[in-house]
């Protein structure tokens, strides 16, 4: 029955007998991926009862927003959530980089210098940074930037960062998930040395952590292990799929206190900003985001299994703990990049029948291809995949808010590189 339906959105049996082997050797890893949704889940439902989450705070506000009951409760969510002291999450937060953005501008200030300690930051962020010239950058307020890579072998620098670290240093930001590079994502323990690191040399530097992609995945989040500040878009894991926009910064007191002043105003902070009616879906998004995060991850594990038995270089490898939901496959070939998200596409619940093809981008030195069918626009939380036709020819996919979408997705593209000649068994 299930073959038959698998065939009748077009998949041979060949691809289906191929995945499910390579799935039996995943069960123990997928087991400990669900004990780990479990544990974050309880850690959700534990904050809402918390904070005393009640039907009231699904009711839309409008105007200046003053006591919506909603946003200050989901504020409270938040911080349990990630055991910070306060929180900002905002749909007038438009996406990730605004959130970072404003966590950044709202804690420096002229003649400041904060440094990258995980090497170069994610692309959007070097005109927010002024590592590009941008109109508006830190660097046009005069703060400086200085950057230290990571070792090697994925570790941080120590010696780098205490021979980069001086008086002017104000804050230092760490990228919890590699983005778009081949560097290994840091796992939360190796941020919470490096933050340890930091304090040491002097306790007064704000520890900001990029975390895009990494909620979820593991138990702690980087906010357990001294961060000041964990900063991330609502639109990847902690929205659940379900927020429409949005972001958050969650931190210390003071830390979300200059971020609220910087979103509104001086004088303002967080006691404006109404929410407009996507609070429930704020809520249920982070409800359901543990278990929508181990979805992606273990589309994410599987792909990298099937494609790396099928000879073909995955970044991280099949075997690799996690932790983040990025997965990058190598195909050397243009026409592999091009039917692997045709495949992705072909396996969405909306826009499966257009095929994607490669373009030239904004921001790109290379034409692009992406492959989404999704319910919010540009949400890489749901299945998505995306591929500069360049040299190596490696495709980035992330995300599924169910794990039989993301199956049926990797499927798909198997289906599609072995109709092309691509894949030969
Ligand atoms: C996605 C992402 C961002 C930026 O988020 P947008 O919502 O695309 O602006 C920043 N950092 C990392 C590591 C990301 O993955």
């Not at 420096?108 to 962020?125: A, N």
């Not at 990228?175 to 490096?194: F, W």
């Not at 927020?243 to 969650?250: F, K, L």
């Not at 001086?266 to 879906?281: F, I, N, R, Y």
């Amino acid at each position: 029955m299930m073959k038959e339906l698998y065939e009748s959105l077009g998949i041979s049996q060949r691809v289906v007998a191929y995945s499910e082997e390579i799935l039996k050797k995943l069960e123990e890893r997928f087991r400990k991926i669900d004990e780990t949704a479990e544990y974050n889940q309880l850690k959700v439902i534990k904050a809402m009862q918390d904070a005393r989450v009640s039907a009231e705070c699904f009711q839309a506000t409008s105007g200046y927003g003053y006591n919506d009951l909603g946003r200050e409760t989901l504020e409270k969510v938040y911080a349990n959530v990630f055991h910070t002291e306060d929180a900002l999450v905002r749909p007038q937060i438009t996406c990730g980089t605004h959130a970072l953005a404003l966590a950044l501008s709202a804690n420096l200030r002229p003649g400041d210098e904060m440094i990258s300690i995980s090497g170069k930051p994610y692309d959007t962020l070097e005109e927010v940074i002024g590592i590009r010239p941008s109109c508006g950058s830190l660097a046009e307020y005069g703060v400086t930037y200085k950057q230290v890579e990571l070792l090697e072998d994925g570790n941080f620098d120590l010696e780098g960062i205490r021979n980069a670290i001086s008086e002017k240093t104000k804050l230092v930001e760490i990228q919890r998930s590699k983005g778009y590079l081949t560097r290994p994502t840091l796992s939360v323990q190796q941020i919470g040395e490096a933050i340890a690191f930091v304090k040491s040399i002097n306790p007064e530097i704000i520890c900001m952590v990029d975390n895009c992609y990494g909620e979820f995945v593991q138990r702690m989040e980087p906010s357990d292990l001294g961060a000041d500040m964990v900063v991330g878009s609502l639109i990847k894991n902690p929205g659940g799929g379900l927020a429409p926009i949005g972001g958050y910064i969650a931190g210390t007191k003071e830390c979300v206190e200059r971020a609220a002043y910087r979103l509104t105003s001086p004088g303002l902070g967080k006691e404006v900003g109404a929410t407009l009616g996507v609070m429930q879906s704020f809520y249920q998004g982070l409800f359901l985001a543990p278990t929508v995060t181990a979805a992606a991850l273990k589309g994410a594990i599987f792909a990298a299994n099937l494609y790396e038995s099928l000879g073909f270089k995955v970044i991280p490898d099949g075997k690799e703990e996690r932790y983040d939901i990025i997965q990058a496959v190598e195909f050397g070939m243009p026409e592999g990049v091009v039917a692997f998200c045709e495949g992705i596409q072909s396996a969405a619940p909306v826009d499966s029948y257009v095929t994607p093809e490669p373009w030239a981008m904004p921001g790109y030195d290379s034409d692009v291809i992406m492959a989404a069918g999704a319910f919010v626009q540009g949400s890489s939380i749901e299945l998505s995949a995306d591929g500069p036709i360049k040299p190596p020819y490696a495709v980035y996919f992330q995300g599924g808010l169910t794990w039989p979408h993301a199956k049926l997705g990797i499927m798909k593209s198997l289906q599609r590189l072995y109709e092309k000649g691509i894949v030969k068994w």
